[in-house]
């Protein structure tokens, strides 16, 4: 790959060894080369990319450049680009394009951003291994049998594969750092509300953020930059000044002070991973930093308390796709006809009962045909059953019910409470280190199909990640290597912060990476 940063590419550019169009070219080539391969695009706006480099190319001849002016740039598809498709990975949103641009889009589009297309997703973003798009599973490109991570696979295995400089993802509990440590590429979730949220397809509202997916932090820096900032769109956008990220770097960690929370590193967590880790924290010492273990006593609760408030939130988010006003909808006349055909099968059993005397079946059968849908809500039932896959459905009918009259105090008001709990043990543990360090993945990639039928093996590989959505703070995953068994698979370490201290992981992050 000849300019495999957006940093090589820029240099380059600058000194007139390449051009806009160039580089999008050769990206296209990879494509065409790897992505039946490794399915990781739903999209590729050929034309578009390419005019958009020519026009780049001629703004920089009369001395009009643009600081991102080159940057070939993957989206993941539940971020909303006006004119492209938005699917979330979804039959229900399969045929949908967006009307209008996301807030990062717009602000990297203004920079000079090319976008070159979409990338493939968990469903509804929902999901640890890329396996439940409706557009078929991402192949992690360093080994096809073996799952990228999700659900922002597509983005990881696109940047890892070299078919752009970097994309972006969105992060819920883990979607961007997990993808990125098991596809060996850079991935930052930035603070709650550091990004804008408006154009971001909603999964759950209170935990999701926008973040990029590069092969270097310099280039995670350059593009946080451009998309972070308060935006009137989003009232959740924080009024926080923004730093100058890539002015960050180079300071390497003398003087900082690193923590590593013993119960990242309890009994689960794989022994290589954590032979790899323990290697990379001795290097930070040996670099100037300080290192002590610290305790995160509600850690063992982040699991079960995510997947209470996700499910929740995503069972509100997602009541919107009802087949009427966009998006998949059911055939209205086979609805009619199995809605006619049941209501017969009603009435036949209902006039057997009678004949028979049998006045208990008698009251059911009254029951039932009384509480008969509606041509309306029959046409709703099939169309959420037929539009939306196993996993969103899942999830769906686990917040209806923590959601429900008698359950909403058992489950989801606890969860909030327990995750006030994690929020505070973070700020406890910022008082005493500047960051925290911990594996981002308690084992390394496994094979597509492993764990499908398992639902909560699935789920407890966001066991050191989710963590970081429910308190809002920042975390950046970096490579670190490969894993011994299965070989070649990559090994990601986690470096999490305190709230909007973006700039201080990236600059450890650096540092891992020299």
Same mark, same amino acid.
């Given at each position: 790959m000849?300019?495999?940063?957006?940093?090589?590419?820029?240099?380059?550019?600058?000194?007139?060894?390449?051009?806009?169009?160039?580089? %999008?070219?050769?990206?296209?080539?990879r494509?065409?080369?790897?992505?039946?391969?490794?399915?990781? =695009?739903?999209?590729?706006?050929?034309?578009?990319?390419?005019?958009?480099?020519?026009?780049l190319?001629?703004?920089?001849?009369?001395?009009?450049?643009?600081?991102?002016?080159?940057?070939?740039?993957?989206?993941?598809?539940?971020?909303?680009?006006?004119?492209?498709? %938005?699917?979330?990975?979804?039959?229900?949103?399969?045929?949908?394009?967006?009307?209008?641009?996301?807030?990062?889009?717009?602000?990297?589009?203004?920079?000079?951003?090319?976008?070159?297309?979409?990338?493939?997703?968990?469903?509804?973003?929902?999901?640890?291994?890329?396996?439940?798009?409706?557009?078929?599973?991402?192949?992690?490109?360093?080994a096809?049998? !073996? &799952?990228p991570?999700?659900?922002?696979?597509?983005?990881?295995?696109?940047?890892?594969?070299?078919?752009?400089?970097?994309?972006?993802?969105?992060?819920?509990?883990?979607?961007?750092?997990?993808?990125?440590?098991?596809?060996?590429?850079?991935?930052?979730?930035?603070?709650?509300?550091?990004?804008?949220?408006?154009?971001?397809?909603?999964?759950?509202s209170?935990?999701?953020?926008?973040?990029?997916?590069?092969?270097?932090? +310099?280039?995670?820096?350059?593009?946080?930059?451009?998309?972070?900032g308060?935006?009137? /769109?989003?009232?959740?956008?924080?009024p926080?000044? %923004?730093?100058?990220?890539?002015?960050?770097?180079?300071?390497?960690?003398?003087?900082?002070?690193?923590?590593?929370?013993?119960?990242?590193?309890?009994?689960?967590?794989?022994?290589?991973?954590r /032979?790899m880790?323990?290697?990379?924290?001795?290097?930070?010492?040996?670099?100037?930093?300080?290192?002590? +273990? &610290?305790?995160?006593?509600?850690?063992?609760?982040? &699991?079960?308390?995510?997947?209470?408030?996700?499910?929740?939130?995503?069972?509100?988010?997602?009541?919107?796709?009802?087949?009427?006003?966009?998006?998949?909808?059911?055939?209205?006349?086979?609805?009619?006809?199995?809605?006619?055909?049941? /209501?017969?099968?009603?009435?036949?059993?209902?006039?057997?009962?009678?004949?028979?005397?049998?006045?208990?079946?008698?009251?059911?059968?009254?029951?039932?045909?009384?509480?008969?849908?509606?041509?309306?809500?029959?046409?709703?039932?099939?169309t959420?059953?037929?539009?939306?896959?196993?996993? &969103?459905?899942?999830?769906?009918?686990?917040?209806?019910?923590?959601?429900?009259?008698? !359950?909403?105090?058992?489950?989801?008001?606890?969860?909030?409470?327990?995750?006030?709990?994690?929020?505070?043990? =973070?700020?406890?543990?910022?008082?005493?280190?500047?960051?925290?360090?911990?594996?981002?993945?308690?084992?390394?990639?496994?094979?597509?199909?492993?764990?499908?039928?398992?639902?909560?093996?699935?789920?407890?590989?966001?066991? !050191?990640?989710?963590?970081?959505?429910?308190?809002?703070?920042?975390?950046?995953?970096?490579?670190?290597?490969?894993?011994?068994d299965?070989?070649?698979?990559?090994?990601?370490?986690?470096?999490?912060?305190?709230? =909007?201290?973006?700039?201080?992981?990236?600059? %450890?992050? +650096?540092?891992?990476?020299?």
């Amino acid at each position: 790959m000849e300019y495999p940063t957006f940093a090589d590419a820029r240099r380059a550019l600058d000194a007139g060894e390449t051009s806009c169009e160039a580089l %999008v070219s050769s990206f296209l080539k990879r494509i065409d080369a790897r992505n039946d391969e490794i399915n990781a =695009f739903t999209s590729v706006d050929q034309d578009g990319a390419l005019n958009h480099a020519r026009y780049l190319d001629s703004q920089r001849e009369r001395g009009n450049p643009r600081p991102l002016a080159g940057l070939v740039l993957a989206v993941k598809d539940n971020i909303c680009i006006r004119g492209y498709p %938005v699917s979330c990975g979804s039959k229900m949103l399969a045929d949908f394009s967006s009307l209008y641009d996301a807030t990062v889009i717009d602000r990297l589009r203004d920079a000079g951003a090319i976008f070159i297309g979409k990338t493939n997703c968990d469903e509804f973003a929902m999901g640890s291994s890329n396996e439940t798009s409706h557009f078929g599973p991402v192949h992690n490109p360093h080994a096809p049998e !073996y &799952v990228p991570g999700g659900s922002s696979g597509g983005s990881a295995a696109a940047v890892a594969a070299g078919m752009c400089h970097a994309a972006l993802g969105s992060d819920t509990g883990g979607s961007v750092r997990q993808p990125a440590a098991f596809c060996g590429t850079v991935g930052l979730k930035p603070t709650y509300g550091r990004v804008s949220r408006s154009g971001l397809v909603a999964f759950a509202s209170s935990l999701d953020a926008i973040g990029p997916l590069t092969r270097s932090p +310099e280039d995670a820096a350059i593009i946080l930059n451009i998309i972070a900032g308060e935006d009137e /769109r989003d009232s959740t956008s924080a009024p926080v000044n %923004v730093p100058d990220y890539p002015t960050a770097l180079g300071d390497g960690v003398e003087g900082l002070r690193l923590g590593l929370p013993t119960e990242y590193f309890a009994e689960g967590l794989d022994d290589d991973i954590r /032979r790899m880790v323990t290697e990379q924290v001795d290097r930070l010492e040996d670099a100037g930093a300080t290192v002590k +273990e &610290v305790s995160l006593p509600h850690t063992e609760y982040g &699991v079960a308390t995510y997947y209470l408030i996700a499910t929740a939130e995503a069972s509100s988010n997602l009541a919107r796709y009802d087949g009427i006003r966009y998006g998949y909808r059911a055939d209205l006349q086979e609805t009619k006809q199995a809605l006619q055909e049941r /209501r017969e099968e009603l009435k036949a059993e209902l006039a057997t009962a009678r004949t028979q005397g049998e006045e208990a079946r008698v009251d059911t059968l009254e029951a039932q045909l009384d509480d008969e849908q509606s041509t309306l809500d029959a046409l709703y039932t099939r169309t959420r059953t037929e539009g939306f896959g196993d996993e &969103v459905k899942r999830r769906i009918m686990l917040g209806t019910y923590a959601l429900s009259a008698g !359950y909403h105090d058992k489950y989801y008001e606890k969860a909030q409470r327990v995750r006030t709990l994690i929020r505070h043990d =973070f700020e406890q543990t910022f008082e005493e280190v500047d960051a925290l360090v911990t594996p981002t993945t308690p084992t390394p990639p496994f094979q597509i199909g492993e764990k499908a039928d398992d639902p909560l093996e699935m789920y407890l590989n966001d066991i !050191y990640t989710v963590t970081a959505n429910l308190a809002g703070l920042p975390g950046l995953t970096v490579p670190i290597g490969t894993h011994p068994d299965p070989p070649n698979l990559p090994v990601g370490l986690q470096l999490l912060g305190s709230h =909007f201290d973006e700039a201080l992981l990236l600059r %450890v992050g +650096e540092t891992i990476m020299e």
